[in-house]
């Protein structure tokens, strides 16, 4: 098939797992960019491809595994392509290079860096795995959509390689200022890497701003243009970036919020906590997330605003993430060591101050909680958007739920100020926003929340995605037909 979307990704959309000793079983991925692309992707015939998130020598067998692809292949409706990765190559390019390395950077924790110098060869390898992929699998018509941070020197190896394909890059996480960026050994080598693609995408202005701020101290390239789409004049070509706040299918969170089963899951909810507000929180567990600050904050709150008590819960839920490594580890055991600190000093007969989930919840589940809780606490020290905030008010199809947002997410800059801005970082801040949410008017809360419903309805992931297209290749969505299987919703 000629002039396919081929979609570029450090995973798939699914997830290979046993079930068993010995049984394999296939379910849809996780994460912002499933989350998001899956929808609007299903059925049009593309390709994605990705690794399967299991080093070689722990998949089954290629004719097993091909049958499972096949079978993701059908449910997604675009064809998936893996490829494999050696046990060395996740701990240098996945573990190393993207986590220890360009994760935290470009999220401003510097501290948590590890520059080993075998990373850096490892995500080049890597890099070029994907690259020869692309080669193998794509004509030249099509269009190539790389993704995120993972993946930033694919464009590099696609052109060592002779490949002319059109190529497309978004950066799923925020870009570092220049004073952050030059602590990088290897920032020129990324720097360039980037500006091989022919349109890069940020989230948000400010991200855009710190990328084209580097290219023009360390590259010295001239840069035009003012709109949401800007140009680099490189020595060779003319590379375009602009910013694509990424967003969510909201109709379907909005339809799905509605229906019985969910209303069913949010009733037991609320039942479980009769006469309480309940703040949510969602998270990977990440230090990036803010959860222990989020912690002290609500115990803060507690202190200063008595009149809380018995009133309002916390209901924290962790995803679980990387328990392979040590530092994730003790954030687990310092988080879990404030909820208990928190429990203990301010439980009462029939109240408990924070009720902390660790493990991934069912999409009913999830959805029931957005739908139930009266304030939800989103509140990173750094993110690219943050799509949770995006899901909440989606799916708050009463229209009474407060969200308190941090300032350093992406959605800040769409959902202020129908959102309570907070810095995560200033505790009492934080303590004063709870507070200010749970005294809330109802008509208030009611209009802020239909404002900032409407916003996400008006840009949701449909428009996010035509509007990079656009921009790349002057095509949208409708340009890639859905095929015949393809029944529209009504």
Request: net charge neutral; glycine share 8%; hydrophobic share 40%.
């Amino acid at each position: 098939m000629k002039g396919r979307l081929v979609v570029v990704s450090n995973r798939l959309p699914i997830v290979i797992a046993r079930t068993g000793s010995r049984e394999w079983e296939i379910r849809s991925g996780s994460g912002g960019l499933v989350t998001a692309m899956g929808p609007v992707l299903r059925h049009r015939g593309g390709l994605w491809i990705g690794w399967l998130g299991l080093p070689e020598n722990d998949c089954p067998s290629e004719e097993y595994l091909r049958d499972l692809v096949l079978a993701g292949t059908s449910q997604s409706g675009y064809s998936l392509q893996h490829l494999h990765l050696s046990r060395e190559e996740v701990v240098t390019y996945y573990d190393g290079f993207s986590n220890e390395i360009v994760w935290p950077l470009f999220h401003d924790l510097f501290s948590h860096c590890n520059f080993d110098q075998s990373y850096w060869e490892g995500y080049q390898k890597v890099n070029r795995k994907f690259a020869e992929m692309v080669v193998s699998r794509t004509c030249r018509d099509d269009y190539v959509w790389v993704h995120d941070y993972q993946l930033i020197l694919v464009a590099r190896e696609l052109r060592r390689l002779g490949c002319t394909r059109r190529l497309g890059f978004f950066l799923h996480i925020p870009f570092p200022p220049l004073d952050i960026f030059l602590k990088l050994p290897w920032r020129f080598q990324i720097l360039e890497a980037f500006l091989e693609y022919d349109l890069i995408g940020f989230q948000t202005v400010r991200d855009r701003k710190n990328f084209i701020g580097c290219v023009r101290a360390l590259n010295g390239y001239r840069v035009t243009g003012r709109g949401h789409v800007q140009t680099i004049h490189t020595d060779l070509k003319k590379v375009l970036a602009g910013v694509f706040p990424i967003s969510i299918d909201y109709r379907e969170f909005d339809e799905y919020a509605r229906t019985q089963e969910v209303a069913e899951q949010a009733w037991i909810t609320h039942a479980n906590f009769p006469g309480m507000q309940i703040i949510l929180g969602v998270d990977r567990l990440d230090y990036t997330k803010g959860i222990i600050h989020r912690l002290l904050a609500f115990e803060n709150a507690l202190a200063r605003y008595p009149d809380m008590r018995r009133k309002i819960t916390l209901l924290q839920v962790v995803v679980p993430s990387r328990g392979d490594v040590e530092g994730y580890e003790k954030l687990k055991q310092e988080i879990e060591r404030l909820v208990g600190e928190i429990n203990g000093r301010y439980t009462e007969v029939g109240w408990t101050p924070v009720h902390y989930i660790f493990r991934a919840l069912p999409r009913k589940e999830l959805v029931a909680y957005y739908r139930t809780c009266e304030i939800a606490l989103v509140t990173p020290l750094k993110d690219g958007m943050n799509l949770v905030a995006k899901e909440y008010c989606a799916s708050s199809v009463e229209e009474n739920g407060v969200l308190i947002l941090s300032e350093f997410a992406g959605a800040a800059a769409q959902l202020y100020p129908n959102a309570l801005l907070v810095n995560p970082y200033d505790l009492t801040g934080v303590a004063d926003a709870i507070y200010e949410a749970f005294t809330m008017p109802h008509e208030t809360r009611c209009m802020m929340m239909r404002r900032m419903r409407a916003s996400i309805q008006r840009n949701d992931i449909v428009k996010w995605v035509n509007s990079f297209l656009r921009a790349g290749i002057a095509k949208d969505l409708n340009d890639f037909p859905q095929l015949e299987l393809f029944v529209p919703r009504q």
